[in-house]
Nanobody, 115 residues
Framework: QVQLVESGGGLMQAGGSLRLSCVAS????????MGWYRQAPGKQRELVAI???????NSADSVKGRFTISRDKAKNMVYLQMNSLKPEDTAVYYC?????????WGQGTQVTVSS
């Protein structure tokens, strides 16, 4: 079993920055991909960014050039640096981990961007 805890969400004005963190704990031998998803009210959950064990990354077109995903393998942590925030970035952000062919989710952290 893997537990994920996110932190770093909050309220920010448009144009500002936030950094989300997620730590994975539990029965972890090796973690595959780690990623961030978000879900806005009335919308489906969508991929924001993902980082693979190789270090390769992928991100949604809507955040390219503004958001950066990174990870610290030794600490089982993944980060999302969010710059130039826009009101449309407002959502609950979820950390996700692929481990032993199973996907695990954190409880989510709210990010609200005011105009």
């Amino acid at each position: 079993q893997v537990q994920l805890v996110e932190s770093g969400g909050g309220l920010m004005q448009a144009g500002g920055s936030l950094r989300l963190s997620c730590v994975a704990s539990g029965s972890i031998s090796s973690i595959g991909a780690m990623g961030w998803y978000r879900q806005a009210p009335g919308k489906q959950r969508e991929l924001v960014a993902i980082i693979f064990s190789s270090g390769n990354t992928n991100s949604a077109d809507s955040v390219k050039g503004r958001f950066t995903i990174s990870r610290d393998k030794a600490k089982n942590m993944v980060y999302l640096q969010m710059n130039s925030l826009k009101p449309e970035d407002t959502a609950v952000y979820y950390c996700s981990v692929l481990h032993a062919a199973s996907v695990y989710w954190g409880q989510g952290t709210q990010v609200t961007v005011s105009s």
